[in-house]
């Protein structure tokens, strides 16, 4: 499931933005497509415009009935009556998702005999401090066995002890869902922290869901700005 809005508070629009004679959404979802990996794939969107692209690009598209503040909520509403395990959130502005990155974040559930994971998500090491204190990067910090601990836009950990060398790692916005995981997120109230750092995966660890993090050393491009769609657009060619 591809949660898509047309409204973006960085750059409105951006989805719709052309990456190599192709909307950005449209090229998104041919790269999910592309992976081999689902049953099948649809874009969830309130937006008119992304609907009839993606469409009259030959792929599958759902409205949305209700307001949604974030992409799980979105994704919920349109899986309630699916009969479905697992769903795969790709964000729709990552036109460079890849089959490897996908496939791993799967391979955690089937290797989950106790199911004690709720979701599964992806974190890419980052080392340049711009980055690092950037509060559009979201960073993540995890235990000795890859359990996501917190989501912060700030620095974490905070390195006060300059001795030491810290590891940095961006959370990357591919979530792996239990359903039932899911469904859970849509009746849950926000709490503070996610309130705070508006970073969605906060809320399921405030409740006590189990995020298991997956290491991948595929950055691609998140297209937030426009800066970042030039990048892209110099990549794609």
């Not at 955690?108 to 004690?116: G, I, Q, S």
């Not at 974190?123 to 979201?138: A, F, G, L, Q, R």
């Not at 298991?212 to 970042?228: A, L, R």
Request: glycine share 6%; net charge negative; proline share 5%.
């Amino acid at each position: 499931m591809i949660p898509a809005r047309y409204a973006a508070s960085r750059f409105p629009g951006k989805l719709m933005q052309d990456l190599g004679g192709k909307p950005v959404i449209l090229r998104t979802y041919e790269a999910a497509v592309n992976t081999g990996l689902f049953d099948d794939v649809y874009v969830v969107t309130d937006s008119d415009i992304i609907f009839r692209t993606i469409e009259d690009g030959g792929g599958k598209a759902m409205m949305s009935v209700k307001e949604h503040e974030c992409g799980s909520d979105r994704i919920a509403e349109a899986v309630t009556d699916m009969d479905i395990d697992i769903i795969v959130n790709v964000q729709g502005d990552e036109p460079f998702t890849d089959r490897e990155s996908l496939e791993n974040v799967l391979e955690v559930f089937e290797t989950d005999t106790l199911k004690e994971i709720d979701l599964a998500s992806l974190m890419t090491k980052i080392s340049d401090w711009e980055e690092i204190s950037n509060p559009n990067t979201v960073k993540v910090i995890v235990d000795h066995r890859n359990f996501a601990l917190y989501f912060s836009r700030s620095p974490i950990p905070y390195p006060r002890a300059r001795e030491y060398a810290p590891s940095y790692f961006k959370h990357k916005g591919v979530y792996a869902f239990r359903k039932s995981a899911l469904m859970d997120f849509q009746r849950l109230p926000m709490m503070p922290l996610e309130s705070t750092e508006k970073i969605e995966a906060i809320r399921y660890l405030e409740y006590g869901k189990k995020i298991k993090m997956v290491e991948t050393n595929v950055s691609g491009i998140e297209i937030d700005t426009p800066e970042d769609l030039e990048k892209a657009q110099k990549v794609w060619k």
